[in-house]
């Protein structure tokens, strides 16, 4: 049977009545920034401070697109008649994000939680050579890192939180003591003014 003429055009206008009315799911990026969700793997911040160069994360990844160089430096003994020690300097930590699968192995194995994802995704270079990234970029992305999820309540608190505030504590005991000493001493002070004014009192009277 031939279409009925016009029938197509009806369809059409069917579609679009439809869809006016649906909610829109387009993201206007980049006018409007997406909502990531909390845990995204846009990429990896490096947190210098933490790394001592064990070399785990390079070794660990699949593709070989972590480069870090480095040096030793003798460190003094820390009391004296201690020994010397000897430590690992960074030099260089860089990420071929061109290579990169994104599979989180070098966070994961860092032991000393040098390495974090970020949901930072805005890098992409028109050079391929471009997207190896050194530790001063690393760095700055490590600030986008969002804070980890709340404990659960009576979860246990995690060590070196306690061992944190254990430090904390002493230090504020210390200047404490510290300042308790210093309102004793200035207490004492007007005592022995006011002896010496009474002996010189005394002295005058003579
Ligand atoms: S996320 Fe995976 S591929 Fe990327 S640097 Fe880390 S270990 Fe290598
Ligand atoms: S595993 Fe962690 S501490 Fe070791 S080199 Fe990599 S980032 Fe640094």
């Known amino acids: 049977m031939p279409p009925i003429p016009g029938s197509g055009l009806a369809k059409g206008l069917a579609v679009t009545l439809r869809t006016m009315t649906k ?9 409007v920034q997406p909502e990531l969700p909390p845990r995204s793997r846009g990429v990896i911040g490096l947190f210098e401070e933490n790394c001592t160069v064990c070399m785990l994360c390079a070794r660990e990844c699949p593709d070989w697109c972590i480069y ?15 020994r010397e020690r000897s430590r690992n300097v960074l030099d260089r930590f860089a990420i071929d994000f061109a290579l990169c699968m994104y599979c989180g192995i070098c966070i994961e194995v860092c032991p000393f939680d040098a390495l974090f994802w970020s949901p930072e995704f805005e890098y992409a270079e028109t050079d391929i050579h471009e997207l190896t ?3 001063d970029k690393l760095r700055e ?10 404990l659960d309540p009576g979860a246990e608190e995690p060590k070196e939180i306690a061992a944190a ?16 000493e210093a309102r004793e001493a ?14 010189a009192e005394q002295e005058g009277q003579e």
Not at 23 to 31: E, G, I, L, N, S
Not at 187 to 193: D, I, M, N, Y
């Open 133 to 135: 990234h050194e530790r």
């Open 165 to 180: 505030r254990k430090t904390a504590d002493k230090l504020q005991a210390q200047e404490e003591r510290v300042a308790q």
């Open 186 to 199: 200035q207490g004492a002070q007007p005592g022995k003014e006011a002896q010496s004014g009474q002996a």
């Open 23 to 31: 909610r829109t799911v387009t993201a206007q990026y980049p006018d």
């Open 68 to 82: 870090i160089d480095s040096h030793k430096e003798t460190v003094p003994p820390a009391a004296p008649g201690g």
């Open 141 to 150: 992305w490590m600030w986008t890192v969002p804070e980890p999820p709340a």
